[in-house]
T-cell receptor
Framework: GNSVTQMEGPVTLSEEAFLTINCTYT??????LFWYVQYPGEGLQLLLK?????DKGSNKGFEATYRKETTSFHLEKGSVQVSDSAVYFC?????????FGTGTRLLVSP | IAGITQAPTSQILAAGRRMTLRCTQD?????MYWYRQDLGLGLRLIHY???????GKGEVPDGYSVSRANTDDFPLTLASAVPSQTSVYFC???????????FGPGTRLTVL
């Protein structure tokens, strides 16, 4: 069946550091892929998405490329800010629902 | 403002009591979902509805029921709450099933 695996957190970085959060998936076919972000005390917000292989999703300085060869959709940002501290969820579009990873907490210190 | 609203924001409930969590969206989305979020477990799908009048079971449906009488509303009912149902509950919607989902702010439920 479909599944998503994310790196365990927390990921702790200093401000302006480079960020990578790994995400790999198992799926039938080539589903759409998503990154969601959850700030403390809030619901999930869509951060970016990619609908087909080699697509790059980007938003707010974050990027992720749909790699079918490695079945990956790693999230990257060149220079993180304290305000990026949140939990990040990778997800894929399965049959009738989204399949989420368990989330990765990012902590950015000044 | 278009979006999803949930009520109540938080609730403390005695075990054995009945509770309905409310969810309303004004985006005319066809599909709606209920998730619970527990520390270390991520999001788990409880129930979903692909369109008004239909519902389906997710990963953890036991102890919960839903109805979808119209497009906008998707209430989640706990018939007899138990402490293991202590969690944060999120409602979500999407244009069609399998597309990107939009989430509500959540309801924090504590069952004592």
């Amino acid at each position: 069946g479909n599944s998503v695996t994310q790196m365990e957190g927390p990921v702790t970085l200093s401000e302006e550091a480079f960020l990578t959060i790994n995400c790999t998936y198992t799926a039938t076919g080539y589903p759409s892929l998503f990154w969601y972000v959850q700030y403390p005390g809030e619901g999930l917000q869509l951060l970016l998405k990619a609908t087909k292989a080699d697509d790059k999703g980007s938003n707010k300085g974050f990027e992720a490329t749909y790699r079918k060869e490695t079945t990956s959709f790693h999230l990257e940002k060149g220079s993180v800010q304290v305000s990026d501290s949140a939990v990040y969820f990778c997800a894929l579009a399965g049959f009738q629902k989204l399949v989420f990873g368990t989330g990765t907490r990012l902590l950015v210190s000044p | 403002i278009a979006g999803i609203t949930q009520a109540p924001t938080s609730q403390i409930l005695a075990a054995g009591r009945r509770m309905t969590l409310r969810c309303t969206q004004d985006m005319r989305h066809n599909a709606m979902y209920w998730y619970r979020q527990d520390l270390g477990l991520g999001l788990r799908l409880i129930h979903y509805s692909n369109t008004a009048g239909t519902t389906g079971k997710g990963e953890v449906p036991d102890g919960y029921s839903v109805s979808r009488a119209n497009t906008d509303d998707f209430p989640l009912t706990l018939a007899s709450a138990v402490p293991s149902q202590t969690s944060v509950y999120f409602c979500a919607s999407s244009w069609t099933s399998g597309n990107e989902q939009f989430f509500g702010p959540g309801t924090r439920l504590t069952v004592l």
